[in-house]
């Protein structure tokens, strides 16, 4: 059965969701600007190619806001991930930037910890994240007062209040504009507007990362049980939406 099949299923005041999305989008993209005139927009969206990106990528073009999109390749992708990456830089109205990892940071850590260290310790798995993530996220966000992520507090405990605009960082604003949709929220939006997504989702993987941090996930797991499967659910994270304080961001009381 199709992710589309299973889950689209739309909330009630769905509408009024997809307006205010709409409408945090049209704000950031107002808010930062270009500050003259052929330089470029000073926000960018961080688009991992799961469903919940690819909703809002398609908000981003069909609004025709000058808001780019950047994709972190770390080298461990699926080819499915890299197969939507190819049509979605093929189909944008918005320039998508793909930024990879330092070759010889990724050599170094292969050779002195092998291939599998992710499996090894927490502490190598989050080291090989700072390499292949973080790194890159640094440079795609370098100069960008804001940036935009498809985060929805239903996807687990740790991002249950995420706030749709989040000031908790000093250097940049976060907005998430998807932070009250459900699930079936997302794939209603997918279903009507024919929008691609990662095939691995009709095969039970709701959340897609690197190849070798990902399963699929059983009826009845946890929405991020296959991501980092052998870790306590608390180490749960790669860093990139964590604060300065190591606290995922929290809603404003």
């Known amino acids: 059965m199709s992710a589309i099949a299973l889950h689209a299923r739309a909330s009630d005041n769905f509408d009024a969701k997809l307006a205010q999305a709409s409408a945090v989008l049209q704000q950031a993209a107002r808010d930062h600007a270009a500050l003259t005139s052929g330089s470029a927009p000073r926000i960018s969206q961080a688009s991992s190619l799961g ?9 981003i073009n069909a609004l025709q806001l000058e808001i780019g999109i950047f994709v972190l390749e770390t080298g461990m992708l699926h080819p ?3 197969d939507l990456l190819a049509r979605l830089k093929a189909t944008s109205r ?5 930024f990879r990892p330092v ?26 994240c700072e390499i292949r993530k973080m790194e890159p996220l640094a440079r795609a966000l370098a100069g960008k007062g804001a940036w935009i992520t498809g985060l929805r507090r239903e996807q687990s405990g740790a ?23 459900t699930w079936g929220d997302v794939w209603h939006f997918i279903a009507l507007h ?12 709701p959340s897609i990362g690197c190849a070798p941090c990902t399963r699929a996930i059983s009826l009845g797991e ?3 049980a296959g991501r980092w499967w052998w870790e306590n659910e608390t180490a749960k994270e790669c860093g990139l939406h964590v604060t300065p304080s190591g606290i995922l961001e929290k809603a404003p009381a």
């Open 103 to 128: 070759d010889q940071a990724v050599l170094q850590f292969v050779k002195t910890e092998g291939q599998d260290a992710m499996y090894k310790s927490v502490a190598l798995r989050k080291s090989c």
């Open 222 to 224: 946890d929405f991020r």
């Open 159 to 181: 991002r249950a209040e995420v706030p749709l605009i989040d000031r908790s960082d000093a250097a940049r604003v976060k907005f998430n504009p998807l932070a009250n949709w």
């Open 94 to 98: 918005a320039p998508v930037e793909v």
């Open 194 to 205: 024919k929008i691609a997504y990662n095939p691995l989702h009709d095969q039970f993987y």
């Open 51 to 59: 469903a919940e990106d690819m909703v809002v990528s398609h908000l």
């Open 80 to 82: 499915e991930t890299l």
